[in-house]
């Protein structure tokens, strides 16, 4: 955990985030992350010397990445590096949250605030942008994982298994140690009602649902003696989340990180000379790169985390959390109080693919026209591989899916152009009812 007052190292503690090839191939042995796509990028003639990996200590608020370690400052670096050797510019490929950080570096290394670069930087050193799985409006899971050490992960775990993991660690030391590492609240929803639903509807409620998932936690009548007197949507329990948590947590994360929706150009325009906007495309913009190339690769038919039933915990004067997932529920749509609705496992369809369907086609968020060129693919796994083979959609072995390496070497091959849209899921008709508009 960090220092809960700086965000920064604790006392005589000094934990760096590892670096090169070394940092992204394997987790841990025999379990690859980046490991097939630099195999196959070698095919190209791609090494160590003319590739660059750009690892990051997520448990950093963003704007921390640069203070302790310069992170942005060293990326900026490595991209001139390159393009400069090269005589040509740079293909930048990130994954679920690295896409919310490469967000938020293209408004940095513009910024005065930031690298200085111009607004042109972008235009000059960035061909392409492959975003992978991009969690782009953050994801739900992330709002009961600081609220209350849980996600459908532990929630569904039997009994044995829960025992074993409350030996290690309770679900309050969970939620103190997501809390104490603030770089993973900028994956809480970002768009509120407007995007995530009221608590009637919701842009991606199916016809026939029992549950609306714009009703995000929802209680057990007669269960309410430490929770809530009513359900609530994303921005009632974003509300809840930092009227119960320490002043050190809604502090880091309220000046850090901003989740609302800019409605006109002009305050697009003023956002970026506001740091705690960066994150958040549906308040700043793509940058002034007409022939920049942006190409949405995600997963989908896969379920997520959607809704959540919570109670009050069993022992609530042993406790300083208020409520935790209703474990015992498996009705009204609900599995062990927890309710799926589509995504790739971990993040949900809202969140990757809003923007590249949708929200990039607003003059106010994309004012240079850049071009957006999505992908969608189905999840479909071999049934006795415990990654799921070539055609799996899962949020993190999609980097070994075929098709996806097939993708990006397309691109750093120069011939992005060659690639056609594939849009499978529902997205654009769920896009068409976010209340997100036209000036």
């Not at 829960?162 to 104490?180: H, N």
């Not at 800019?262 to 007409?290: C, F, G, Q």
Request: proline share 5%; with cysteine.
């Amino acid at each position: 955990m960090l220092d809960t007052q700086t965000g920064l190292d604790p006392p005589e503690i000094k934990l760096r985030a590892a670096q090169g090839f070394d940092a992204t191939d394997f987790f841990i042995t025999g379990y690859w992350i980046w490991n097939k796509i630099i195999e196959n990028l070698a095919s190209l003639g791609y090494d160590p010397t003319n590739s660059f990996t750009a690892a990051y200590d997520w448990r950093l608020s963003y704007a921390n990445l640069e203070v302790r370690d310069q992170y942005f400052t060293r990326l900026k670096s490595y991209i001139e590096t390159s393009a400069s050797y090269s005589g040509k510019k740079v293909v930048l490929t990130s994954h679920s949250m690295g896409s919310q950080v490469l967000f938020y570096f293209f408004h940095w290394v513009a910024s005065e605030q930031g690298g200085r670069g111009g607004q042109d930087w972008v235009e000059r050193h960035v061909e392409a942008w492959i975003n992978v799985s991009g969690c782009m409006l953050g994801a739900v899971k992330a709002v009961t994982a600081v609220l209350s050490g849980e996600m459908r992960d532990t929630a569904q775990l039997n009994a044995f298994a829960v025992y074993g993991l409350e030996k290690f660690l309770s679900k309050e030391e969970r939620a103190e140690i997501f809390r104490a590492m603030p770089g993973l609240s900028s994956m809480l929803p970002i768009g509120g009602n407007a995007v995530w639903g009221e608590p009637d509807s919701a842009p991606d409620d199916m016809p026939g649902q029992n549950h609306s998932y714009g009703s995000l936690l929802n209680f057990r009548s007669g269960m309410n003696w430490t929770t809530p007197d009513r359900n609530l949507t994303v921005e009632g329990a974003m509300e809840y989340l930092f009227n119960t948590t320490e002043p050190w947590y809604q502090d880091a994360v309220k000046g850090s990180y901003s989740h609302g929706v800019a409605r006109t150009s002009a305050e697009v325009k003023a956002n970026e000379n506001d740091p705690r906007k960066w994150i958040n495309p549906l308040e700043t913009r793509l940058p002034l790169a007409p022939s920049l190339r942006i190409y949405c690769f995600y997963g989908i038919g896969k379920a997520t985390e959607r809704a959540y039933y919570y109670r009050s915990p069993e022992s609530p004067l042993t406790t300083h959390l208020n409520i935790t997932i209703d474990t015992g529920l498996t009705q009204g749509g609900a599995d062990h109080g927890v309710i799926l609705g589509e995504g790739d496992g971990t993040v949900n369809l809202l969140s990757t693919g809003y923007m590249c369907n949708k929200g990039w086609k607003m003059k106010r968020y994309n004012p240079a026209g850049v071009k957006v060129t999505v992908v969608e693919m189905p999840h479909e796994p071999e049934r006795f591989n415990p990654r799921g083979g070539p055609n799996t959609a899962d949020h993190v072995d999609i980097l070994g899916r075929q098709k996806l390496n097939e993708l990006i070497l397309k691109v750093a091959a120069g011939r992005g152009d060659e690639i056609e849209e594939s849009v499978v899921s529902n997205i654009r008709e769920y896009a068409d009812k976010v209340k997100v508009y036209e000036e």
